[in-house]
């Protein structure tokens, strides 16, 4: 419950900093603007803060799914992390897995793995060095 709090607050905060260009712009044109005598007429304010808010509208969903800084790298060790690896020379505990067709030299963290099929969990990497676990049974 705690976590899904989390989750929702960091939401509510890039929403207010997706909103933040607005709140400055419609600060700036109807607060600071009037205090110096200078008065933009609505006609030309509004379409330019609706065009802000319309910005916000397509653009939050990505942001908010976890889109941006966010997302998952796609390329490199980075990108094999929580993915499955198949054992092709013994993990005693360091070894050769394949992953996505692909051999990796990699250390089982939790114990040994056998050659034969015997699948490990990447965890992490360290340079090109797989960091791998066996799956608790």
């Known amino acids: 419950m705690a976590g899904g709090k989390g989750v ?13 260009d607005e709140i400055a712009v419609a600060v700036f044109v109807f607060v600071l ?3 110096f005598g200078i008065k933009i007429p609505l006609k030309l304010s509004l ?10 509208l ?3 969903p990505y942001v908010l799914r976890g889109g941006g800084l966010e997302k998952r790298p796609l390329t490199g060790p980075e ?5 499955e690896a198949v054992v092709i020379e013994d993990l005693s505990p360091e070894g050769i897995v394949k992953v996505e067709n692909e051999l990796w030299r990699g250390v089982c ?3 040994e793995a056998k050659r034969g099929g015997e699948k ?3 965890v992490g990497f ?12």
């Open 79 to 83: 990108a094999l992390i929580g993915l």
């Open 109 to 111: 963290l939790n114990g």
């Open 126 to 137: 360290r340079g090109n060095l797989l960091l791998l676990e066996r799956p608790e049974s």
């Open 120 to 122: 490990v969990r990447i």
């Open 47 to 56: 379409p330019l803060l609706l065009f802000l808010l319309l910005k916000d």
């Open 8 to 20: 929702k607050l960091k939401r509510v905060l890039k929403l207010l900093l997706l909103s933040a």
């Open 58 to 60: 397509l653009v939050a």
């Open 33 to 35: 603007l009037s205090e």
